[in-house]
Antibody, heavy 120, light 110 residues
């Protein structure tokens, strides 16, 4: 059974870089059928799609975050990562990673999520 | 890209049916059959309930069904149960090779 687990600092200072890792277990990140994605949810608010990556390195990002986001993949570790630059309090959220069926499809399964707070 | 439009809240009594709408544009919902629905209980990760407009993953009760007409997709839950009380989000593929979510709907089972 495929499982995803987010990890990283729970507290980041304003203007610094938020960095998270998603570890995939129970299956390989190398698959022609799937992309791997990040989604976030500010406290008490809705879901926001951040972007996705293919094991070969192709990426697609949300237009609203594109200038600050980098998603990368490490197939040797079966992991993919999120970097969000120049963070502000508005980036405080629960960050989820999820498997994304090709570019067009649904997200399933999801990781449990990790809360990242931006504060000095 | 703007978020898809969902009602903020809906409610129903046990055994009843409810429908949650999800309105997009011709750049997303109206042009593609790649709408999915997610259920989220408080403090939990979202769970996939419907994909490709009408398909249910294995393990999801057949009380949950999806449909689409024009720029609006819908999730219907029949035979409401107390455990269905949760937030529901729709999501669609867009013509920019991205995905967009709806703002979410809080379902209350009275």
């Amino acid at each position: 059974q495929l499982q995803l687990q987010e990890s990283g600092p729970g507290l980041v200072k304003p203007s610094e870089t938020l960095s998270l890792i998603c570890s995939v277990s129970g299956g390989s990140i190398i698959s022609s059928s799937y992309y791997w994605g990040w989604i976030r949810q500010p406290p008490g608010k809705g879901l926001e799609w951040i972007g996705i990556i293919y094991y070969g390195g192709n990426t697609y990002y949300s237009p609203s975050l594109k200038s600050r986001v980098i998603i990368s993949v490490d197939t040797s570790k079966n992991q993919f990562s999120l970097q969000l630059n120049s963070v502000t309090a508005a980036d405080t959220a629960v960050y989820y990673c999820a498997r994304h069926r090709r570019i067009v499809g649904e997200l399933d399964p999801w990781g449990q999520g990790t809360l990242v707070t931006v504060s000095s | 890209q703007s978020a898809l439009t969902q009602p903020t809240s809906v409610s129903g009594s046990p055994g009843q049916s409810i429908t949650i709408s999800c309105t997009g544009t011709s750049s997303d919902v109206g042009s593609y059959s790649y709408v999915s629905w997610y259920q989220q209980h408080p403090g939990k990760a979202p769970k996939l309930m419907i994909y490709d407009v009408t398909n249910r993953p294995s393990g999801v009760p057949n009380r949950f069904s999806g449909s689409k007409s024009g720029n609006t997709a819908s999730l219907t839950i029949s035979g409401l149960q107390a455990e269905d009380e949760a937030d529901y989000y729709c999501s669609s593929y867009t013509n920019s090779n991205t995905r967009v979510f709806g703002g979410g709907t809080k379902l209350t089972v009275l």
